[in-house]
């Protein structure tokens, strides 16, 4: 039996070649998922697996609701700042906390059915990974659930903040291979979030993500340095 993993980096290297012998230009969208998933022979699940390697590659953009961007690569990788590649897990953390309550919030104000049915779908994911106990399959699960919610921000100055946080995530991503037991506790948490999400409460969708994150620290032995006033669990 072929391993996910194995499957996934078959398909990355098959979609690295396309990109590079110009089978899609910088600026092109790829096809739809359905579409290229059975061009390829494999499942979406795996595409989409392939599709966030590709992204930490440089190479694409996933865009909620519109679907894959190619990039260009050498410019992408240009314009990847210094600072991220040298942030420690607990930087790293920090960012989070600053950004992503107030990103839940947000989105819970203004997120559409859509934009809520793909967030479900990346939990459906990770909820897939944990029952097959597939490891590689949940972390990359797990970061695109945090990237969706990202790229649901529509103001251009703060997207280009949340872009380095999604670089920051997949640079610490290490992190959540050291840990995989808790994978069940990190779906149980991205849950909460998207159940305020639905539920349009704006409040709770920023509580339960600070609650996240906070964990998430607490999972790898760090004290988040949080200002006194700042709103807690």
């Known amino acids: 039996m072929i391993s ?20 899609w230009r910088s600026g092109e969208m ?22 966030i390697v590709l992204e930490t590659l440089g190479l694409v953009r996933s865009m909620p609701g519109k679907g894959v961007l190619v990039l260009d690569a050498q410019a992408a990788q240009a314009q990847e700042p210094d600072a991220v590649a040298a942030a420690s897990l607990a930087d790293v953390l920090e960012l989070r906390y600053t950004l992503e309550p107030f990103i839940a919030g ?8 859509q934009d809520i049915g793909q967030l479900r779908l990346t939990l459906m994911d990770m909820r897939e990974a944990l029952d097959a106990g597939d490891r590689e399959a949940g972390i990359n699960a797990y970061i695109a659930f ?11 100055i703060f ?14 991503a290490q992190m959540l291979r050291d840990s995989p037991e808790h994978l069940a506790a990190r779906l149980s948490e991205n849950e909460a979030v998207v159940r305020a999400i639905r539920e349009r409460n704006s409040a709770q969708a920023s ?10 620290g607490e999972r790898m032995g760090i004290a988040l340095n949080i200002p006194d006033d700042h709103p807690g669990p």
């Open 146 to 156: 945090h990237e969706a919610l990202f790229a649901l921000t529509t103001n251009p």
């Open 159 to 172: 997207q280009s903040v949340v872009q380095q946080t999604g670089n920051a995530l997949k640079q610490s």
């Open 30 to 51: 790829l096809p739809g998922q359905r579409e290229l998933a059975e061009q390829l022979g494999i499942s979406r699940p795996s595409l989409r697996e392939a599709v």
């Open 4 to 23: 996910s993993s194995t499957v996934v980096n078959s398909v990355v290297e098959k979609l690295r070649q396309a990109l590079a012998r110009g089978q």
């Open 106 to 113: 947000l989105v819970a104000q203004s997120a559409g059915n």
């Open 207 to 216: 509580l339960q993500m600070r609650r996240h994150i906070l964990a998430e």
